[in-house]
């Protein structure tokens, strides 16, 4: 087996090649990265764009300046293409774009617990407002078991997980505890089959959009954490919903 | 004599105006309309830049503009309310302030001014009434509270109610005993603003520990120097 040593030409091609790797690189880091989707990185602004001073705002645009023109050299094999200088009106319509974008299309559900209402909207349009009842904010503490409850709704954006017809109400231990009653033995004392209504729609970790057997206290904050509406509301949103379907509760 | 009557008179004059003075102003209409705001072009950004991360948080925030008088809810871009309300006053440690436009402040909801209700099961001898039973019929949230947040600034909500004399002393003695006695405190701005009772209560229902608040109109007050805490 003969071994080729690397000869002067092939010297002088490695050496290219190592040059053209550097450039590369060199290149590739003048390159935008990805935004992050949770903390988005400001958008670059090139020299001379007015930019969002940590003072005072500035009175006026500043037009781009002009800059000496670098010296020539060998252009690298890949050069970023430099963005468009944005102007403030660019900046600022691509935020309210970027805000508006995460709003929802189609159908929605929106509950105000400050008012007791839920909002079925289609579009921009509500199509049904129901008086609903949701979380107390009251405090139940269980001493002996050293453990506690706070009954709020909860909020934020949720999703619809699961459609149930004809809910049954497996009771929790907060359930008894507020009633002064002994925790029951068997798994049978605690089924209450007709306390949801009709109709329960799951938005995780236990809380769901369920009907009552007290229309009465409909838009009062009486509930454990859950949302209620009356019987009729519930069927027109149960069936205009779907799995998926986002519910904002603020 | 006669002089010491003529003087008496003139403080009794004096004394009859005061009180009609603030008779006109306890009775006085509130008037709940929003103002015009017109921020300028880099203020809206500066605002946008700072609502960016609280709407892409998916929960609810809140952007409370003193410049327009506006209680605005936000949540993942959709604005669903907004509560006009009255200003009464903004007081910083120098003394009065006026909201400005491009004044910005990101705050934490701390406390909402009401100790939380505690659940005390019913003793089994003594049976609850139907109407009075908290579980049906809750009892209404406060009209009157103030919000802490994480920076030295606190809100004080005022609910007016179709009051009588007695209620809107009281609620005199309040603001009085806020602004220079026992319920101040170390913050450097207090902020009270007024709208309907009811109104306040429905404010109150929707706020949780933990909630962002842009503070419009007012610019956040420089760190504390640790120098200047006296204890307690």
């Keep these: 087996m003969v071994i080729r040593r690397p000869g002067k030409k092939t010297a002088g091609r490695l050496a290219a090649f190592l040059a053209a790797g550097l450039l590369l690189s060199w290149g590739a880091a003048g390159l935008p990265q990805e935004p992050s989707p949770e903390t988005p990185p400001p958008e670059p602004v090139p020299s001379g764009q007015a930019t969002l001073p940590e003072g005072p705002p500035p009175v006026a645009i500043q ?99 699961k459609k149930i017809v004809k809910p049954v109400w497996i009771k929790p231990d907060w359930a008894f505890i507020e009633e002064g009653e002994d925790l029951p033995k068997r798994a049978a004392d605690r089924v209450a089959p007709d306390e949801l209504g009709d109709y329960a729609m799951d938005l995780g970790d236990g809380y769901l959009i369920h009907g009552t057997l007290y229309e009465r206290s409909l838009g009062m904050s009486v509930t454990h954490g859950c949302v209620r509406v009356g019987a009729k509301d519930l069927d027109v949103v149960f069936h205009a919903v779907k799995i998926g379907t986002p519910v904002y509760i603020f | 004599m006669r002089r010491g009557w003529i003087l008496l008179g003139v403080f009794a004059c004096v004394f009859a105006i005061g009180v009609a003075v603030v008779a006109l102003v306890m009775l006085r209409r509130p008037d709940y309309r929003p ?90 001898d003594k049976p609850v009434e139907p109407l009075k039973d908290p579980k049906i019929f809750p009892p209404d949230p406060p009209t009157d509270y103030i919000l802490s947040f994480d920076r030295p600034m606190k809100v004080r909500i005022l609910g007016e109610k179709d009051q009588g004399w007695k209620d809107r002393f009281i609620s005199v003695g309040k603001t009085v005993r806020q602004w220079l006695g026992k319920g101040r405190g170390r913050e450097r701005i207090r902020i009270q603003l007024r709208l309907p009772a009811g109104k306040a209560q429905e404010i109150y229902r929707g706020l949780y520990r933990g909630e962002k608040v842009l503070m419009l109109g007012v610019e956040e007050p420089a760190p504390a120097d640790p120098s200047a805490v006296s204890g307690g």
């Design chain 1, 63 to 161: 037009p781009p300046q002009s800059q000496p023109a670098p010296e020539k050299r060998p252009a690298p094999p890949r050069k970023p293409r430099p963005r468009k200088p944005q102007t403030l009106q660019q900046k600022r319509d691509d935020l309210e774009k970027r805000i508006s974008a995460l709003a929802p299309r189609g159908t929605y559900i929106l509950i105000d617990t400050g008012l007791n209402r839920l909002y079925l909207v289609r579009g921009r349009e509500v199509v049904r407002e129901a008086v609903c009842s949701t979380g107390s904010g009251r405090f139940l503490p269980d001493p002996p078991r050293n453990r506690e409850w706070t009954f709020d709704t909860p909020k934020g954006e949720f999703k619809i997980q």
């Design chain 2, 35 to 124: 103002r015009e705001a017109a921020p300028s072009l880099e203020q809206e950004t500066r605002r946008l830049e700072a609502e960016l991360p609280l709407a892409a948080s998916r929960k609810p925030y809140l952007i409370l503009d003193l410049t327009s008088s506006r209680l605005i809810y936000r949540i993942s871009g959709l604005t669903p309310k907004i509560i006009p309300f009255r200003i009464d006053s903004i007081r910083g440690s120098g003394g009065p302030l006026v909201p400005e436009q491009g004044g910005m402040t990101l705050l934490t909801l701390e406390e909402r001014g009401a100790p939380r209700e505690v659940i005390q099961p019913p003793d089994p």
